[in-house]
């Protein structure tokens, strides 16, 4: 056995001793303050030191209860970041998964991992509205409207294979998340190039001023590509007005992405407020908000996968599949 | 209590259940085969099903035994797409990480997981003789990769404002991993825009070519921005002439990303052979290879920190730091 390896009893040992940490913490939850008591220089003191030449060792448990007392304790007084609070069977199953470590971009590298992803993928639409919708889970809500943008990119301006030519126009509410000019950025968009149409006192886009503003663009030869529609807003959690979003994005030949990251699985609940969501050509959702998944987990949706491959599909020889059968041949968006 | 939450005896009792699943699987580990006796028809017999009504309850933990058998066992016969096996101590820890369910975009949010993983980013860049160089943890080399050039793009042709104007080439070995094309094209420079410059019969880019071809480029009005090095290509192993490269890079202030995805880790035990690498502006890392990490572990090192934040930063209001403190002021590359 090399030093790598742990014999089955010390893994059976060691995951008893964290599962204790674990479980007294959860014990204590209610209790704790929602900001630990401590400091940057505490925190440096504590968890910064130079390279070891010498493996910890067992050492390293004890250092989790350092972790634990210097962690954002997530208990029903805890409102920042929109955060979910977690969920502990769900935190149970990571352990799991990080020993199976499945590799999840393809059927033949991860048989159930894969067939799993796209069960929940598939529920996840469904319950909101959308049942036909595909996508992927992803790590985020920012991964996911940035993976949003970039299908919009290849489907109204395409851009893969031989850059970007022209100025393309998107437009969401002055209310939209920073994760949607972050994309437009990291797209090479121009963030300059993402107008802020002004939401009314409710906070909601104003579908006036969208019509408006794209009118502008077309006369002063600009190219509208996309709206972002928010659904809702991480300020106040407005819910722009869907249907008439859409409208215009379908008279414009606009695509049309709705950040659903911070609100929409709450359509769920309560699906006449959502009204419209399934006009969307993509969708970005957060289960680990509302559905207290453990971070990260983040979900992509999509109406068209063909529309997903010719954005994302791009693989390398080695990689290639050669398996012709439709749900074993699958591999990274092909 | 709510129907979200466990009481800690049962979430100890459910954790001791999946801990035993987890240990008989390593246990069996070597004897089972690379690939599970599966296909695709029984995967999807297995785990897909309608959206359901009820919650599943325990029955959900019977499922895990199905899981683990339709799911590729990572033992010392796998050799298949340059995944490290696992690492057991890790996966533990990942159970108190889910619980925890830290939000590490800044150290308000997160003290303590903020801060091991600034120690964790020093040492990787230490251990590979790049002392000095900051960083990231993200989700896998190519996310590594896609950030490193979307530092180099705000850096030698700016467009995070202004969107993409003129352009742009970047040049790489013909061996060169599919996330490199990939991350070329998620950020609007188009893949015929990168130089696949051609390898000796060692697979290493020959640099005579790497110049000749900027040159070539130059001469026709293009503008040269980066060159990515592979240490080692993924088919081979083979790591580009670094010190070269560097030297040719510095002539023509391109900047230079090296992939070292693969195997830049392996300088921790051999650094002569990646003599050069600290010339590098960016490199990507992936822990969850050579070091056994559990999936995703992937990291990006850069030398110059104002360069992520020029190509990363960009704050909504409600997410604002108030603090003046150097390091608990620290939120998303600010």
Redesign the interface.
Known sequence: MSL?E?A?HE??R???E??????????SLESRPV??K????E??H????P?PEEAMGAK?FKY?H???????A?NGRFF??V?????????????????????VTA??????????E??VV??LA??IGCAGFQGSLT?GGS?ANLMGL?MA?EAKAP??????AG?CVLYASEEV??SI??SV?????????LRLVPAGRDFRLIPAKLEKAIQADKASGKTPMAVVASAGT??TGAIDPLPEIADIARQHNLWLHVDGAYGALAAIAAPDKFAGLELADSISLDPHKWL?Q???CGCLLYRDASAAQRA?S??????KSLSS????GFAFFE
Chains 1, 2 share one sequence.
């Open positions: 790598l742990v089955p893994f059976r060691l995951a008893a964290v599962t204790e940490i674990a479980a007294d913490y959860l014990s900001f630990p401590t400091s940057g220089q925190t440096q504590l968890f910064q030191a390279l390293a989790l350092d972790v634990v007392n210097h962690s954002r997530q920042g970041y955060l979910g609070s977690g969920e502990p069977v769900g935190a149970i199953a990571d352990l799991l998964a990080s020993v199976l470590n499945q590799n059927w033949r590298s991860a048989p159930a991992a894969v067939t799993l796209r069960t598939s529920w469904e319950a790590g991964l970039a990119r851009a893969n294979e031989h850059g970007l100025k998340h920073m000019p972050k950025a990291l797209l090479g968009l121009g963030r300059e190039n991480v300020n207290f453990s971070l990260d994302f791009h693989t390398g020889d080695y990689a059968d439709p749900i074993e």
